[in-house]
C-alpha cells in the first residue's frame, strides 16, 4: 500500500507481537544482523491480524491467527504459507510466502512470513484520484472476475497443490461444517429457527459439482490490492488461509454476498464491504454471466451457491462477534456485526422465499 496511513496503523494494544523474541527469530531464520524491527499493523481484516515489519531497508509482512480461542482448522497458517509458497508459480498474485513458524513461543502463535506487495485496497471507500464514472467502476468490476476466473484455471497438478484439501463430498462437508461452527459460536435463540430452516433446505437440495479447481475461499473487493493508478490492474490477493480444493461455484456464491448493485436495498449497504457513494456496479446477474463466459462453467445452480455463501457469511461474522461478546477482542468495528448477521440469514432465506 503507498505506506497509506489509512491502511497501516499503531499495533494495538491488546494485539503486540513479542518483538524480543521474534527479533532473535528473525536474526537466524533471515541469516542477517540487524539491530531493531520497525512494526506496524494493517488495519484491513476482521480475523487474522497482519503485520508490516521492516527490517533495514526490506518489508515483510507477518500474519497470525486472531486473539482468543479459534476452530479447529480456521486461520491455518501452515495451509496459508503452503499455499502461497507454492501457487505463486503459476498465480503470480499470491504474495510468496518465505518462512513458515510452527513455534508458538515466539509471539504466542504460528505465523508465517511473506514478502511485501505495494499498492492499494478498495475498503469502504474508493481512493481519492480514482474517477467514479460507471464506465471506471464497472471496468474495475470485471476485473475482480478476471481474478477470479485465472484463479479457477490454475491447474492444481502443476503448481504441487493436487493434495490440497479434499475435494470429494466437498460441498456437503462445507455446509456440515459451518453448520458445526454456527452451533458452537451462539447461544442466540432468537434467529436459530431461521438458520435451521435455511440449512435443512440446503442440504435437501445439495448441487452436483461440475468441476474441481483451487478455490479461495474468502474471495472479495477487499482481498485485492490493485496498482496506483486507475488502470485498475491487480498486483496482489490476500487471505490464503482457507484455500483449498472444491467446486469453484462456492467461491462465486461467497463473492456475491459483498456485491452491491443499483437494485438493492438498505439491508444489503449494510452486508456489503464495498463502497457505496457511488453504485455503479454491475448487477449479480451481470457478474455471473461474465464469469460463466470466462470459465465456461454452468451457472444454473448458482442461487443455491448465493445462498449457501450468506450462511457462510454469517457464521464468520458470528464467530468474530461472539469473540467480542466475550471480551477476546476488543476491536469495536465487531460491535455491530448482530445486525450484519440478521440480514444475511433473511437473504439467503428470501433466495428461496423461506418464510
Known sequence: MNVNEQE???IRQDEQLDLNNLRSYLKDILNMQFKDIETLQFSGGHANLTYLLKIDDIEYVLRRPPLGP????????????????K??????????????CDDESVIGSKFHIIERRNGFVIRKKM?????????????????????????HKVDFELVGLGN????????????????????????NEKIKAKFDKLINFLRLNLPEPQATTILHNDFKLDNIMWSNSEEFLPVAVFDWDMCTRGDPLMDVG?????????????????ITSMPIDKIYYPTRSEIIDYYSKKTGFNIDNIDWYYAFGAFKLAVILQQIFYRFQKGQTKDKRFSSFGTRIDALINRANNVFNLT
Open 8 to 10: 497501516l496503523i499503531e
Open 70 to 85: 479459534i476452530a479447529p482448522s480456521s486461520h491455518d497458517m501452515f495451509r496459508e504459507h503452503t499455499v502461497q509458497s
Open 87 to 100: 501457487i505463486n508459480t503459476k498465480f503470480s498474485l499470491a504474495p510468496k510466502s518465505l518462512y513458515f
Open 127 to 151: 481512493e481519492p484520484f480514482i474517477t467514479q464514472s460507471r464506465e471506471n467502476i464497472r471496468k474495475l468490476s470485471f476485473r475482480i472476475i478476471d481474478v477470479l476466473a485465472d484463479l
Open 164 to 187: 490440497l484439501g479434499r475435494p470429494e463430498g466437498f460441498v456437503k462437508r462445507q455446509l456440515d461444517g459451518w453448520e458445526a461452527r454456527w452451533k458452537k459460536s451462539t447461544d
Open 254 to 270: 461467497h463473492m456475491l454476498n459483498y456485491w452491491i448493485d443499483e437494485n438493492d436495498d438498505e439491508e444489503c449497504k449494510n
